[in-house]
C-alpha cells in the first residue's frame, strides 16, 4: 500500500497546478515567475480533473504552463524526476496524494486566486485586463455562436473583431508597456485563436 511519493512523476507530467489564495506571496515575491503562468478565464472550457469531464471556467483559473514538447509542468525535472521549485511549490502539489485524493478534492475548487488579487493595485495594466475581459468574453462568443447557428452573417464578422483585438492588444502591451510577450497569456488568456475551437466555432488564420 503507498504511503508516501515515490516520486514517479505522474502528476506533475500531467501538467501544473491551479493557483490559490494561500499562494499568493510566491507570486508576489516572484518566485514563480508571471511568464510562466498561464490563465484560464471566467467561461472558458477547461478540463476539470477531479470529475474527469469538460466544464466552463467559474472564475479565472491560474495555472502554471507546461513544457512546449509536452503536458509536463514546465518546472518538472524529467531527468531527475523531481520539481524544481519544491521548495516553494503551490498548494495543490502540496496537498496532492495520489493514492489519497480527499485532501486536493477538498481544496480543489475553492478560494482559486484571480489575476484581480494580483494586479488590481496597478492600475494601467489591470484597466487593460478587463477591458479585454469585457471583450472577449466567453459569454459574449457564445452568444454570437448561437448567432450564427441562427444565420445570422454579421455575427462572424464580430467573432472576427474580438479575435483581432485579443491578438492585438497583446503585441501592443508587448510594445508599448513593455512586459515580456510570455506574460500575456496570464494577463489576458490563452489566446483565442487557439481556444475558440473549443466552443465548436473554425476559424480561418
Not at 37 to 43: A, C, E, P, W
Not at 81 to 93: F, G, V
Not at 115 to 124: C, N
Amino acid at each position: 500500500m503507498i504511503t508516501k511519493c515515490a516520486r514517479c512523476g505522474i502528476c506533475c507530467n500531467k501538467g501544473g497546478p491551479a493557483f490559490h489564495v494561500e499562494d499568493k506571496p510566491i507570486l508576489e515575491k516572484g518566485v514563480i515567475p508571471l511568464k510562466f503562468l498561464f490563465t484560464m478565464r471566467k467561461g472558458e472550457p477547461v478540463n476539470d480533473n477531479l470529475q474527469d469531464r469538460i466544464i466552463s471556467a467559474d472564475s479565472d483559473i491560474i495555472k502554471i504552463k507546461s513544457r512546449k514538447d509536452s503536458t509536463a509542468c514546465i518546472f518538472f525535472d524529467a531527468a531527475e524526476n523531481r520539481c524544481r521549485i519544491y521548495q516553494n511549490r503551490p498548494l495543490e502539489c502540496k496537498v496532492l496524494k495520489c493514492w489519497d485524493i480527499r485532501e486536493i478534492k477538498e481544496v480543489y475548487s475553492k478560494n482559486r486566486i484571480t489575476r484581480k488579487d494580483l494586479l488590481s493595485e496597478v492600475e494601467p495594466l489591470w484597466d487593460l485586463v478587463e477591458t479585454h475581459h469585457r471583450f472577449c468574453s466567453y459569454d459574449k462568443i457564445r452568444s454570437l455562436s448561437d448567432d450564427i447557428n441562427a444565420g445570422e452573417k454579421n455575427a462572424i464578422e464580430q467573432i472576427n473583431e474580438i479575435i483581432g483585438y485579443d491578438t492585438h492588444i497583446r503585441g501592443l502591451v508587448a510594445e508599448k508597456v513593455g512586459v515580456e510577450p510570455e506574460i500575456t497569456d496570464f494577463l489576458f488568456g490563452r489566446p483565442l485563436l487557439k481556444t475558440i475551437g473549443m466552443l465548436g466555432i473554425k476559424i480561418k488564420e
